[in-house]
Every structure is written in structure tokens, then in C-alpha cells.
């Protein structure tokens, strides 16, 4: 309860705020009016001084020369141009503030006081420095009166927690190039032969399109690789709810985003044991495996994943152990497939810089990173175009190679009609894929039904794209959604 404007009111703690702001505000500039107005005061008798001492002789004898007090005033007003109260000041000046030392004194105050003059109008004429002096008063409040919290805020005596009211389900996740995120019901999505037109996704604003679309739990961790090398987290649940055809909400109401940071790979984990490394890919072509559990972190402003060089940036991310392998495609085409263990990809601490994962030849950047995990050598790797193309090839055809290297050719590359490279997955024929395009559409199909070919191959399309729209992004369901 609060008197706003002479009338009691009960407030909100942000309103609360506000008019205490308001009000402080108000006590600034009036306290700055009044000093002001003291300094201003100060500087003009000491500007009669000065011009008094700079024709001292002169007025020395004005002053012998006068009969009366009030002559001698008008004499003065008339010799330095200075108005009455200066006069009278000059007249009341003591001998010895003639002296040398003295008059140093003056010029000295004089010039202190046009600075703080100065400063005291921008005060007034600046909004963000009188929240300033706002911001430094109550620091000092706080320092001199704040105590420790008296009260504590316990957990209740239960075993309950708040995702234990959440059901554990299967759930399509959304991210845009815009940052709107969301979380979608995996069969809302239904399956649809090769070549389909699809089912309408998100509602997008202009210029923004889906970056990253892939299946998750809803009691899963997510782990946010951003461009510039922090990670940050968040559960699958802590999404907002959507249907199909919305577009969410955006990741700066769950995440502390550094300036300029934007989300290059997000991966999804059940826990920090199950995986125990995290492995990270640049588009320069770096790689860098540190232990996931070093990420394990309550930190709302993210902890440092990588360090990059001048020019680098984060594109692919995944939680991996070192029975895995790691296959990465360039933008062109390329491929290099490589073992994960610590003689070919050693662990490192989260600042490392990395270790060289592939070389490209002119033009040429990693576009993504495929894991193939231990026990899916009957696996295909499966790529697609933005001109809504794709092909399936069976992974023995990527041989293992040592890290470093260019790699072989993944697909055959058609800046035409079939498009550039958008993705690759590592799939079998029980899975079925996910394919979203710049307008929203998205398409669930079976991997069964996209044709296998050979690496150095267009591939077979997957789906009929509306004018002016491409795929963006592709994602595997989880076989058991």
C-alpha cells in the first residue's frame, strides 16, 4: 500500500518500483536545481573578484578617490562592468585576498566551479545519468545498512519435484533463425509418402526460418551451442506448448544470450552419464571433445564451450562416447569419416581451441556434423538439398579415414534446381525423417521410402515444394515415437 498522487493504492512490485524511480527522479533534479543555483551564485561574486584583481590598481584608487561607500560601489559597477551585489562583494573582499597566493585561490574555485556548473546541467538535461546517480545512492544505502537474508526459503518435506508433474513424452522441437522456440506433439506430425506436399509448421515472420528441428523428450536436457562458443541449457518441458501452425515463443524469456550470440546446434541429452563426451564442430573445420559433465552447470549466463579463432563459429554439436564416430560434410559435398576415441580425438577442457578435423579445399566450410554410434554399421547416411532432393547411402560406402584429411565425395552438388547440401543423418530403414521447409511445411516420411544410391549421386525428391520456399532443415524421429 502507497500514496500515489495523494491516493492510497495497492501496487505491484514492478509499479512499486516505477514510481520510486519517478520519485527519486524528481528528488534529483530538484536537489541538482538547488545546488546549481548555489554554485552559479558562488561563480558570479567570484568572476567580480577576478575582474576586480585584474585592474587592481585602477581600483585601488576608484576606491581612495571615493567619498562614500555608495560612490565608491557606482565607481566599480561603472569601471568592470559588474552589477551591484559583485560591487558590494568587491568592496567587502579583505586586503589580504590581494595577495599573490590568494588570488591563485580564486582562479582555482573559479575554475572548479564552472566544471561542476557543467556537470550539473547535464544532469538535468540527461535522463540515463540521473538513473545513474539512482543506481550509485542505492549501492551505497546497501553497503552501509543491507544485512544478510533472516528469513530461509526451504524445499517442503517431499520427495515430489516439479517435472514429476510434467508427463514424460516424445515431442517435436522448433528453434528459428529469430530465436522462437517451442515444443510440438510428435504425432501431430503425420507420415506421409515421398514427394508429399507436407503438413503446415510454423506461423513465421517474414525473413525468418526454421534452423533447428529435431525430436526430443519432454524431461530431456537441452544444451545450447551458440555461434560464438558459450553453451547454455534448459529442459524440453521449460518450452512453451505449441501447436503445429504456431511460432512459439523467443529464447531470450528462458536464456541470458550474450550480445551477438545466436544458437548454431542444439542437442538434447537424458542425462550427463549416459554420453560422456560432448563434441563440437566449426565451420572452419575444427573439432574439440571435452567430457559432457563439465557442462553440468546451474549457470543462467552459459559457460565457454570453445575457443574460437578470428573468423570461426560454431555450426554441429553432439553428445557422443569413444565408441562412436564422427562423420563431417562440407557445404560442397564432402565427407570425412573418423573415430571418436582418445588416440584419434583426445579430451580436452572446455576453453580448448581444438584440434583440425577437416581441411577444404577453395570456398569450401563444414555444413554439419553426423554421429554414427557404436553398432550401426547397417546405417545410412542421408543427405538433403534445399530444392527438396535426397538420396540414402549405406555407410560402408564413407570408409574410415584419418582426421585431417579432405575427405570423399557425400553428394553430388547442384547449385540448379536440386539445390546446395541443408543436412545429413544418420539413419536406418525403421526411422522415419523430418523434412521443414522456409514456409513452415514440414513432411513426415519413412527412410524405406527414399531411394539408395551411390555417394557421388543427385538422389530422388522428397518433397514438392511450394513457390519461392526451400528445405531448411531435416531431423530424425525417434524410433520409438
Known amino acids: 500500500l502507497a500514496l500515489v498522487d495523494n491516493v492510497p493504492r495497492t501496487l505491484r512490485l514492478d509499479e512499486f518500483v516505477r514510481h520510486y524511480i519517478t520519485h527519486q527522479i524528481e528528488v534529483i533534479i530538484r536537489r541538482t536545481k538547488f545546488r546549481l543555483n548555489e554554485k552559479e551564485k558562488r561563480a558570479h561574486i567570484l568572476s567580480g573578484y577576478l575582474k576586480a584583481l585584474d585592474a ?52 582555482d574555485e573559479f575554475e572548479t566551479l564552472m566544471a561542476e556548473i557543467k556537470e550539473l546541467k547535464v544532469i538535468l538535461k540527461d535522463p540515463a545519468a540521473q538513473r545513474v546517480i539512482i543506481k550509485e545512492e542505492l549501492k551505497e544505502i546497501s553497503d552501509k545498512y543491507g544485512d544478510d537474508r533472516r528469513t530461509q ?33 510428435a504425432d501431430l506430425y503425420r507420415s506421409q509418402r515421398r514427394g508429399g506436399k507436407g503438413v ?11 534452423e533447428h528441428f529435431f525430436t526430443a523428450s519432454t524431461h530431456d536436457w537441452l544444451l545450447f551451442l551458440t555461434n560464438q562458443g558459450r553453451v547454455y541449457r534448459s529442459k524440453v518441458h521449460e518450452l512453451p506448448d505449441a501447436g503445429r501452425d504456431a511460432r512459439g515463443q523467443h529464447v531470450a524469456n528462458l536464456l541470458a544470450f550474450k550480445p551477438n ?22 565451420k572452419g573445420g575444427i573439432v574439440k571433445k571435452s567430457p559432457l559433465s563439465e557442462y553440468d ?58 584440434v583440425i578435423g577437416m581441411k577444404f579445399r577453395s570456398g569450401d566450410e563444414l555444413l554439419t556434423m553426423a554421429t554414427i554410434r557404436s553398432g550401426d554399421e547397417k546405417s545410412f547416411v542421408l543427405t538433403a538439398t534445399d530444392g527438396g532432393f535426397g538420396k540414402r547411402t549405406d555407410i560402408s560406402e564413407y570408409r574410415l579415414q584419418s582426421r585431417g584429411g579432405i ?23 525403421s526411422n522415419e525423417i523430418l523434412v521443414i521447409t522456409s514456409g513452415g511445411v514440414v513432411m513426415r516420411t519413412p527412410v524405406k521410402e527414399v531411394r539408395q544410391t551411390g555417394r557421388d549421386t543427385l538422389g530422388v525428391r522428397l518433397v514438392n515444394l511450394d513457390q519461392g520456399t526451400f528445405v531448411v532443415s531435416l531431423a530424425k524421429v525417434n524410433d520409438e515415437d
Open 200 to 210: 503446415k509448421g510454423a506461423a513465421l515472420k517474414q525473413d525468418d526460418i526454421v
Open 261 to 282: 550470440e545466436i544458437i548454431a546446434s542444439v542437442i538434447g541429452i537424458n542425462d550427463y552419464a549416459s554420453l560422456p563426451y560432448l563434441v563440437i564442430a566449426t
Open 56 to 107: 587592481l590598481d585602477a581600483v585601488i584608487a576608484l576606491i581612495r578617490a571615493s567619498a562614500t561607500s555608495e560612490q565608491a560601489r557606482e565607481g566599480l559597477m561603472k569601471l568592470l562592468e559588474v552589477d551591484e551585489l559583485q560591487a558590494n562583494a568587491i568592496l567587502d573582499m579583505q586586503l589580504r585576498r590581494l595577495a599573490a597566493l590568494e588570488r591563485k585561490k580564486i582562479i
Open 297 to 354: 552447470s546451474p549457470r543462467t549466463g552459459g559457460l565457454i564451450a570453445i575457443s574460437l579463432k578470428d573468423g570461426d563459429e560454431v555450426v554441429a554439436a553432439s553428445a557422443i562416447t569413444a565408441k562412436d564416430e564422427l562423420l563431417l560434410i562440407s557445404k560442397k559435398g564432402m565427407s570425412l569419416r573418423f573415430t571418436a576415441d582418445d588416440e584419434s580425438l583426445r579430451s580436452m577442457g572446455r576453453s580448448a581451441t581444438g
Open 407 to 429: 575427405g570423399v565425395k557425400a553428394a553430388k552438388v547442384d547449385e540448379g534446381a536440386r539445390g546446395g547440401l541443408v543436412g545429413a543423418l544418420i539413419v536406418n530403414e
Open 153 to 185: 526459503i526451504i524445499a517442503g518435506e517431499t520427495d515430489l519435484s516439479v517435472e514429476d508433474l510434467i508427463p514424460n513424452q516424445d515431442v517435436v522441437v522448433t528453434i528459428t533463425r529469430g530465436g522462437y522456440a517451442k515444443r510440438t506433439k
